[in-house]
């Protein structure tokens, strides 16, 4: 049943994020066009509901599946404490925590491996973030007594604690970056139309700020994670110079999806100011990151 559940839930999420997208294009679309804007807008809003039902259709084909099958094979049947270390074993593996290197939050809709658990009773999410591959997590205290357990457990051997970031967060992150891209966007596109006078300009500079605003959103909720995310995501990237060719080649990607739309100049224009726009900003984002890192990691040795 939770299998089910967690399909429907990463559709639902995939398909409304596709949906606004959706939207969004065909609103930059319409202030190329000469017809009048209200219409344009009012055939948009029609085809938005098809476009959601269909989107969560079509990746509901391969989502449910693969629930089951993460639900079948990664879900935790037991979980041991063998020393400092919790061993959590499933169908298919044995995982290894040690319980001074992970960190544990209580929430209400933690996740792991084997899917989403619907808000409700809360649970503990605990993520092992200092190994030598990407983080793992797990959720446990299911009733109140094995909540009750774990978290006396945690908190006797002393594991780090942190406030999980809300949705409430990233949302307002996702909306204020996104809408503040888009309308600049927009503008940028209005100078090219004016000078160039091609309208498909307006579309290519506003859809590529839509995404611009995306990975800001993205980024700057990122810096509001907790104090062993933020050393999580410095270990991915390694060095600094990772990280800003890793900005540079997704902007550059992200330009060209939004520059094909005012043809082989919009890519050659839109790929090339990404690419630099991203690589500056990931210089930024890495040094606000390394320094909120850094001052966390403070405030945490002077708890302790």
């Not at 109140?144 to 809300?166: I, Y």
């Not at 506003?206 to 050393?231: H, P, R, S, W």
């Amino acid at each position: 049943m939770r299998a089910l559940a967690s399909a429907l839930t990463m559709s639902l999420m995939i398909g409304f994020g596709l949906t606004v997208a959706f939207l969004a294009i065909n609103m930059f679309f319409a202030l190329t066009q000469r017809q009048p804007f209200q219409q344009h807008l009012l055939k948009t809003i029609q085809v938005v509901p098809l476009f959601f039902g269909f989107g969560v259709a079509f990746i509901s084909v391969v989502s449910i599946p693969l629930m089951l099958i993460f639900n079948w094979t990664m879900r935790p049947n037991r979980i041991e404490v063998e020393g400092d270390e919790l061993i959590v074993r499933s169908s298919l593996r044995r995982r290894r925590f040690p319980v001074r290197e992970i960190v544990w939050c209580i929430t209400t809709h933690g996740s792991d491996m084997s899917g989403f658990y619907w808000p409700g009773h809360p649970l503990i999410q605990v993520t092992y973030t200092a190994g030598p591959q990407q983080a793992d997590s797990m959720v446990c205290g299911f009733t109140d007594e094995s909540f009750l357990m774990w978290c006396e457990f945690f908190s006797l051997m002393h594991a780090k604690r942190h406030e999980p970031m809300g949705l409430r967060v990233f949302s307002r992150h996702m909306f204020v970056d996104t809408l503040c891209g888009s309308i600049l966007g927009v503008c940028v596109g209005k100078l090219f139309d004016l000078f160039l006078l091609n309208p498909m300009w307006i579309a290519a500079w506003g859809f590529l700020g839509f995404l611009d605003g995306v990975l800001v959103g993205i980024l700057n909720a990122g810096l509001e994670t907790g104090f062993q995310t933020k050393k999580n995501w410095l270990r991915q990237f390694g060095k600094g110079w990772q990280g800003v060719a890793f900005g540079a080649v997704t902007g550059a990607a992200l330009g060209l999806k939004s520059g094909i739309i005012a043809g082989w100049p919009g890519v050659a224009v839109c790929s090339c100011f990404n690419a630099v726009f991203c690589g500056f900003l990931m210089v930024y984002f890495w040094k606000c990151l390394a320094e909120s890192a850094k001052s966390d990691e403070f405030v945490e040795s002077a708890e302790h």
